[in-house]
């Protein structure tokens, strides 16, 4: 059975306080996927804590861009160890930094967190994806589409189904910064692209995931 990355954004795991009620289904949902034979790469990313930690230093002192994305690599793993805890019986017991590491696991999921200043969560679940033979990401945030054009700035703008790598990455560019708000980093999509990966954007709704994986219809977009 072939294994899934889920990218799980840190606006979703830990926006303004902790969603403890979204960690329960989602521990539900794993252990009725796993039990029907499912794996599972997850990694978390750093949400609101990481913006925190970033807000407060730089109001004593102008941090360097390198320590800023430590404060967020920092706030991945600790989203990390929080889901680690909460699927002590199913994951596996150590937390991944570095997607090459050679690692043979035989628990059902595999938490991952962010590796180094420069890239983000959705990076390393690109590498992760091709390092453990996965063919596909999803990317669950808070954004649950990818659109024709810009949502912000255009009310009309209309959600897609699908899109293909090159009219995706026409739209993203091909640079990622800190806090950069795209639907997937242009940088790791560049990646993915050339990996031959299919990434699902998708929203934080549980059954949504659930039709998904089950290969039924639901709400949100494929790239690839
Ligand atoms: P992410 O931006 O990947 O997490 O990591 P996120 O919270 O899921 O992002 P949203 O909610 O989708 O926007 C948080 C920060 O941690 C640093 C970066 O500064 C990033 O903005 N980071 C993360 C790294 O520097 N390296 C990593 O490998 C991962």
Same mark, same amino acid.
């Given at each position: 059975? *072939?294994t899934v990355v889920i &990218?799980?954004?840190g606006?979703v795991l830990?926006? /303004? ?7 329960k289904?989602?521990r539900?949902?794993?252990?009725k ?11 978390c990313?750093?949400?609101?804590t990481?913006r *925190?930690?970033?807000?407060? +230093?730089?109001?004593?002192v ?10 967020g690599?920092h /706030?991945?793993?600790?989203? /990390? ?9 199913i994951?596996?017991?150590?937390v ?17 967190a ?5 890239w &983000?969560?959705?990076h390393?679940?690109?590498?992760l994806?091709k390092?453990?033979g996965?063919k596909?990401?999803?990317?669950? &945030?808070n ?7 810009d949502?912000?700035?255009?009310p009309g +703008? ?6 293909s790598?090159?009219?995706f990455r $026409?739209?993203v560019?091909?640079?990622? &910064?800190?806090g950069?708000?795209?639907?997937f980093?242009p940088v +790791? ?7 031959g990966l $299919? ?12 039709k998904f994986?089950?290969?039924k219809?639901? $709400?949100?977009?494929i790239?690839?």
């Amino acid at each position: 059975m *072939e294994t899934v990355v889920i &990218s799980l954004g840190g606006s979703v795991l830990a926006p /303004a306080v902790i969603d403890y009620e979204f960690l329960k289904k989602f521990r539900a949902l794993l252990l009725k996927l796993t039990k029907e034979g499912k794996k599972f790469i997850i990694i978390c990313g750093g949400g609101k804590t990481a913006r *925190e930690y970033m807000v407060a +230093a730089s109001k004593v002192v102008r941090l360097a861009d390198e320590d800023l994305d430590w404060l967020g690599i920092h /706030a991945t793993r600790l989203n /990390a160890h929080l889901l680690r805890t909460i699927l002590r019986d199913i994951a596996h017991k150590r937390v991944i930094r570095n997607p090459n590491e050679k690692i043979d696991f035989k628990e059902k999921v595999l938490i991952a967190a962010g590796w180094k200043p420069g890239w &983000s969560t959705d990076h390393v679940a690109v590498l992760l994806a091709k390092n453990h033979g996965a063919k596909t990401v999803i990317n669950i &945030s808070n954004v649950d589409n990818v659109y024709d054009r810009d949502p912000l700035n255009f009310p009309g +703008a209309k959600p897609l189904d699908k899109i293909s790598w090159k009219d995706f990455r $026409k739209m993203v560019g091909d640079k990622w &910064s800190p806090g950069l708000n795209t639907p997937f980093d242009p940088v +790791a999509s560049k990646k993915a692209e050339k990996f031959g990966l $299919k990434v699902v954007i998708m929203g934080k709704e549980l059954a949504n995931l659930e039709k998904f994986l089950l290969g039924k219809p639901f $709400k949100g977009t494929i790239i690839d």
